[in-house]
């Protein structure tokens, strides 16, 4: 049904299951747990219409197929949650912390049909705007957080029939299960699953992924068999807490391979000036990037001059441990790296964008193996869970990544117009990146309504925007 501020439909509503296996318990690390109180992560594609034409059934019938063939490899997204207590061993029986594993009982992921009324691809993604809130509505399970996936699916997905024939085909993944690499990792197979079936009746080419095996052996900082991250309480449930964010506006900002280059160009110049020049040959489009970002909200912010800011980012820890984790690593394996508290004045002062960069390059190259492990250990010491509480009205957050390989999802009738985002994990100072759909990076930005307004006014800022440029609805 939809709801009366929402034009989205949600008609039809099907579990599906992979075929049946010996069942098997994965437990959650300590990367995992700690993601027990976030939202799924919700990223989404708008696609053209299909040619030749589905219908709308007939789409879910040919996604729901490819979904169980690729849940017959990625069988953990068909599971749920279960709490194990861990008991004082001193014989009388008394809960003295828990923790939280992958049932892989093949109970089922799920996938929705959906109609938006009224509302077309120009509509999801009009030039020179908010992002709509009637994105939100592309989503499935858009208020659970992970913890919730001891009854609600792991993973699931709604395709939403647009009024000009295209489709949003939107996903909610449990991110206690799985970090952005592995979610695209698995996107990515089922699209290439999905386009398989689509080949010509006369072709050899079997319903499967030409992709690595993903690895569900859980990493340990001891080598071999990962023993269960122990939280402090007899019931994970009471660490969660399901706070929610004051209203936010959102914009996706484009920025173009060409203006990427003059942001690491000017970077590279103030770094130069200041007598850095190690900082000037190891800065980073990111780098620069994120400086400008950093530094543009922190004047939207209208922070007083001592105020201390910094800047997160997510770092993959894959390769950066010693041996490193393969690619195909299912789980999370992410950790926010951070620059040093400065002061918003000597951000913004003459000359900031360069050091800005360096800082941020500092903090990514900080994060080591040595670091990682450090991590892992401070964090079995003392357990925490991630929730809202930890959010930093003064810092910025750089978050998702470029590299992840979006628009590589097809699923059988060509390359998406656009990727977008829900309504979860969001708040004031984030911005995620995306991949640009022809080259660049697109940045989602999130910042309360009187931020945004401030940083629309921001001259330095948007002349590095590149302008939006309108989704072909054909391909």
């Known amino acids: 049904m939809a709801s009366s501020s929402s034009p989205v439909r949600v008609v039809s509503r099907r579990t599906v299951k992979p075929p049946p296996r010996p069942r098997e318990l994965i437990p959650l ?36 197929a490819a979904l169980a063939d690729a849940l017959a490899v990625y069988y953990p997204l068909a599971g749920r949650f279960v709490t194990i207590q861990h008991r004082d061993g001193k014989g009388n029986g008394d809960a003295v912390g828990s923790s939280v594993s992958v049932d892989c009982g093949g109970q089922g992921a799920e996938i929705l049909l959906a109609v938006a009324d009224g509302v077309a691809a120009a509509d999801v993604v009009p030039p020179d705007a908010d992002v709509p809130s009637v994105v939100r509505s592309f989503f499935p399970l858009a208020d659970a957080v992970c913890y ?97 964010m004051p209203p936010l506006r959102e914009r996706m900002l484009h920025f173009s391979e060409e203006s990427l280059a003059a942001l690491k160009e000017r970077a590279r110049r103030e770094l ?27 004047r939207a912010r209208r922070l007083a001059p001592e105020q201390e800011t910094v800047c997160r980012a997510s770092a993959n820890n894959r390769g950066r441990l010693r041996p490193p984790l393969p690619a195909e690593y299912f789980g ?37 193996d040595a670091d990682i492990r450090a991590r892992v250990a401070a964090w079995t010491a003392q357990p925490i869970v991630y929730t809202m509480r930890f959010f930093d009205a003064a810092g910025v957050l750089m978050g998702s990544s470029p590299r992840f390989d979006m628009y590589g999802c097809d699923f059988g009738w060509g390359k998406a117009l656009a990727a977008r985002s ?37 001259k330095e800022f948007w002349a590095a925007v590149s302008p939006d440029a309108a989704p072909a609805t054909k391909e």
């Open 29 to 64: 690390t300590s990367w995992d747990t700690a993601m027990l109180s976030t939202n799924y992560i919700q990223k989404g594609l708008l696609f053209a219409a299909a040619q030749p034409p589905f219908s709308a059934a007939g789409l879910v019938d040919h996604l729901e």
């Open 148 to 244: 919730d996936g001891h009854e609600l699916p792991l993973f699931a997905a709604q395709v939403t029939e647009l009024a000009d024939g295209c489709v949003f085909l939107g996903f909610a993944c449990n991110h206690s299960l799985a970090d952005g690499t592995a979610f695209w990792n698995f996107v990515n197979a089922w699209a290439e699953i999905a386009r398989t079936r689509l080949a010509p009746p006369d072709s050899a080419r079997a319903p499967t992924t030409t992709m690595r095996p993903p690895l569900f052996e859980r990493w340990s900082p001891e080598g071999g068999a990962a023993a269960p991250a122990v939280l402090p309480v007899a019931d994970p449930s009471t660490l969660v807490e399901r706070l929610s």
């Open 272 to 298: 130069l000036d200041a007598g850095d020049s190690a900082g000037a040959a190891a800065v980073t489009r990111f780098q620069a990037l994120a400086a400008l970002t950093w530094r543009a909200i922190t």
């Open 332 to 368: 999370n394996s992410i950790d926010a790296v951070a620059t040093a508290p400065v002061r918003a004045a000597e951000l913004l002062a003459p000359g900031g964008h360069g050091w800005a960069a360096a800082a941020v390059g500092r903090a990514v190259a900080a994060h080591t």
């Open 422 to 458: 829900g309504k979860a994990n969001k708040w004031d100072g984030k911005a995620s990146l995306f991949p640009g759909r022809d080259g660049g990076i697109d940045a989602e930005v999130v910042l309360l309504p009187e931020h945004m307004a401030a940083l629309e006014q921001d």
